[in-house]
């Protein structure tokens, strides 16, 4: 219902009701008081129709108006000008204080994030954030904004808004994501690496924040190998033979067969991937079909999700070998799959087995 149209049917209801109330009396009263009675008929409505205007729902009705105008038009590719934003803004705010209401709060902190005003935005988050006290979408925005606008550093305020967060949800990956790039500021590596492997958990596995963060897991990987140091004599003879499988095959070699008994076509397909152990999101990835096996490949830099990435750097990974009766990664109940242990690439000293004979439940 438009603004105007909420004003009519207002105006309508009050003169009928006035109609319902004053007739009788009307119709029974002397010539004074029906004088008396005319005027109160013809000022109440627009007392009423005044009042409400400035006290009742018009005023969130116009707003609604205005913004559902503006979002319509950013829809459609046009430019909104931006003193008319800011006077929207300006009434929402004013609204906000006025009624104290949480999903203005809300619907500020939004728009203040999207025009990087951070300051505000975790302010109106805040007072959002009074009114919807385990709202952990609103606590886990607060805290983002709060971080950035304290120049991604962990102050104690958002270290507090960060533990509400966990106590209502452990894998919240806003959260999580923040403690793992403090973390990493500080040089904490470990620490870094196991907040963003838990933020993952609760992401889409092929969603642009899911590859963000398991790029900056890749990349923490690849500092703790390069603080590693030298190895030792020792090391370096008993890993001499793994390291010259890795230069000869140029990445993981693996040796893959379909178990016994398996039932499935030539064209359906097999996935095989390798991932962090606990990450959901593979780092090299393969695609071939029940035709191609058994077979003898190689997972190598070419076939990684994130450019640049070196498979025989990473400390730690497994493999999976997955026939997928849907054609999709994710694996599906009535699948099979074969999920090595972890290994480091870099010291395999001969092709890795896996036999695919698990079967998903």
């Known amino acids: 219902m438009s603004a105007t149209l909420s004003i009519a049917v207002f105006f309508g209801f009050i003169v009928l009701l006035l109609l319902v109330t004053l007739w009788p009396i009307w119709r029974k009263a002397n010539v004074t008081s ?52 800011q006077t929207l803004l300006d009434k929402i705010r004013d609204r906000a204080e006025q009624n104290d209401k949480g999903e203005y709060w809300y619907l500020l902190a939004g728009s203040y994030e999207e025009s990087a005003q951070y300051d505000l935005a975790s302010e109106a988050f ?96 690849q500092l703790l190998v390069e603080l590693g140091g030298e190895q030792d004599s020792a090391n370096a003879s008993s890993s ?16 893959i067969q379909l178990g016994a008994g398996i039932a499935a ?16 999101i593979p780092t090299a990835v393969s695609r071939l079909s029940v035709a191609d096996l058994p077979v003898q490949m190689v997972l190598d830099n070419s076939m990684v999700m994130i450019p640049g990435t070196n498979l025989l750097g990473l400390p730690l990974l497994e493999v999976v070998a997955r026939l997928s009766y849907s054609g999709q990664p994710a694996a599906q109940p009535g699948d099979y799959e074969a999920i090595s242990a972890p290994i480091v690439p870099s010291e395999l000293t001969g092709p890795l087995q896996l036999n695919i004979s698990n079967l998903v439940n």
């Open 34 to 85: 029906k004088k008396v009675l005319t005027v109160v008929f013809l000022a109440t409505p627009l007392a009423s129709v005044l009042l409400y205007k400035s006290l009742g729902a018009h005023p969130d009705i116009v707003i609604r108006d205005e913004y559902q105008r503006m979002g319509e038009l950013a829809a459609q590719g046009n430019d909104i000008d931006e003193a008319d934003w």
């Open 126 to 221: 805040e007072r959002a954030a009074e009114t919807y006290t385990d709202d952990v979408t609103i606590l886990s925005r607060w805290a983002e904004a709060e971080f950035i606008n304290q120049g991604y550093n962990l102050t104690p305020k958002v270290e507090q808004i960060a533990q509400r967060v966990i106590r209502l949800d452990q894998t919240n990956a806003v959260v999580l994501g923040i403690l793992g790039i403090a973390a990493f500021q500080d040089g904490q590596l470990e620490p870094a690496i196991q907040f963003w492997n838990i933020a993952l958990t609760g992401l889409p596995p092929m969603s642009e924040n899911a590859q963000l963060i398991q790029a900056s897991v890749i990349r923490a990987q």
């Open 265 to 280: 076509s030539p064209e359906t397909t097999i996935f095989v991937f390798a991932r962090i152990p606990g990450s959901p």
């Open 240 to 255: 001499a033979s793994g390291s010259d499988l890795a230069v000869e095959t140029g990445g993981i070699a693996l040796s």
